[in-house]
């Protein structure tokens, strides 16, 4: 995938008052044969845009930084401007668009569109469905980042026919999703399937939401890369210190599979360790939800999928209901990066034409 150097383009700078002064521009009719969508995977460190035909094969896309530092104004204005990007680099104009879908992180109202808290971006109450109506004049969905890319996963990749399709995604923190019968599992106006903060350890470590002895505080690469960083301390990772450290800005998902392939047993079991948990977290939702398909993704497994896929397929067969040993597929995810803009380009057209 290449990046392409932006410009900036000139905006008003306060996008948001704007918007929430004037209101949604619907736009006039287009074929829907001739229609192009946007989906678009906001990210607490990048940002990843793709333009899709009617067929949803890529037509354009950009990759940038995030930048939630900068601000919620400053954000939304990347994010104009990206799309804004997306249809020059197609030599389309904006009539020509069916709808923008944006996976966003954090707490959202799905109905007003509104992204309530991005703790990774400093953002609140920003009412991206508004801003993004009113600038292209077209129809826009936002929903969780995850659900994105599990139902992108569901359209199109690895769950592809599934009745129930759970998926999981263990990064920095622990994401959850899930499409049932066609559409995305969700509460009466926000996301759900917080799988990453199902409780695990009682009176354990503290987590990043605040509460103690979440699945993240033992399985997200956060929490593992802690571990290996104190190994190679203590010296039991000689491959860690010496190309990382002990800075778990440096132990990433990539590097610590080198380690593993390195000799570093010890990190080997730390993974494994971590997956077990994780394991043990998706026995419980099997239980609960009886998924038909479990699809694996995110940057640690996408570094070691072997790994995990042996963990948390032997933590399953011990801890799953006998009744439902036998009803789910394991599966890696097959889409990569792509995977969250696609689902939330083909979640907004679901949503537009059901």
């Known amino acids: 995938m290449i990046e392409l150097p932006l410009k900036e383009a000139e905006h008003p700078p306060d996008a948001i008052a704007s918007a929430i002064a004037n209101g949604p521009d619907p736009g006039k009719p287009v074929d829907p044969g001739d229609r192009v969508w946007v989906g678009f995977d906001l990210g607490g460190t990048k940002m990843n845009a793709v333009l899709f035909d ?25 994010i104009r401007s990206t799309i804004e990007k997306l249809l020059e680099e197609g030599n389309l104009d904006r009539t020509r668009l069916g709808g923008i879908g944006v996976g966003c992180p954090g707490p959202l109202d799905l109905d007003e569109g509104v992204i309530l808290a991005a703790p990774n971006l400093g953002w609140k109450d920003v009412p991206l469905k508004k801003i993004l109506e009113k600038e292209f004049g077209c129809p826009v969905w936002i929903c969780n980042d995850v659900d994105a890319g599990v139902y992108g996963e569901f359209r199109f990749g690895a769950a592809v026919g ?84 002990t800075d778990l800005a440096n132990i990433r998902s990539g590097t ?77 995810a097959k889409l990569g990066d792509d995977a969250g803009a696609m689902g939330a380009a083909a979640w907004t057209r679901q949503c537009i034409e059901a």
């Open 54 to 78: 009617h067929k949803f094969e890529a037509v354009a896309r950009r990759k940038k930084k995030t930048r939630g530092a900068d601000g919620a104004t400053a954000g939304v204005e990347r």
């Open 162 to 245: 599934a009745r129930t399709a759970l998926g999981v995604f263990p990064g920095t923190g622990i994401g959850g999703g899930l499409v049932y019968e066609g559409k995305i599992f969700r509460g009466k106006k926000s996301s759900c399937l917080e799988i990453g903060h199902m409780p695990m350890v009682i009176d354990g470590a503290v987590c990043g939401c605040g509460r103690r002895g979440c699945l993240e505080t033992v399985a997200s690469r956060l929490a593992l890369s802690a571990e290996i960083a104190k190994a190679a301390y203590r010296g039991q990772a000689p491959h860690i210190l010496r190309v990382a450290g």
């Open 256 to 332: 610590i599979q080198e380690a593993i392939d390195a000799g570093d047993d010890v990190v080997a079991e730390i993974m494994r360790d971590g997956a077990k948990y994780l394991g043990m977290a998706l026995a419980g939702t099997v239980n609960l939800l009886a998924p038909d398909v479990i699809v694996l993704g995110g940057g640690l497994v996408e570094a070691m999928p072997r790994l995990y896929v042996d963990e948390i397929a032997k933590t399953l067969a011990k801890h799953v209901m006998p009744s439902y040993q036998k009803s789910f597929e394991l599966k890696v």
